[in-house]
């Protein structure tokens, strides 16, 4: 069986604490390819290599039987900020 969006979210969400946590599923439907974009205070002064340990080893059960993750975004609530100010930005041009 599967892992679903709503472990993933679970997992990350109990042992990294983020402020803002997307996860999607685009395995279509089976549960074995995510991709994630998290924020969380405990990357603070980590390279983004270690963010992305730390990421693998909150989601080490559920790795098992995952196919793929895609960390696409792992910032630090700093980083997050700048880089939606920085969209907004670029949106308003």
């Known amino acids: 069986m599967g892992v679903t969006k709503e472990q993933v979210e679970s997992s990350l969400k109990s042992k990294l604490s983020p402020s803002h946590l997307e996860v999607v599923d685009v395995s279509g439907g089976c549960g074995a390819k995510f991709t994630v974009e998290i924020v969380s205070e405990q990357f603070e002064g980590k390279r ?8 693998n080893a909150a989601l080490s059960e559920e790795l098992k039987d995952i196919h793929a993750l895609s960390i696409t975004k792992a910032l630090t609530p700093n980083q997050w900020e700048q880089q939606q100010e920085s969209e907004k930005s670029q949106a308003a041009v």
């Open 48 to 55: 983004l290599l270690e963010r992305h340990r730390m990421v």
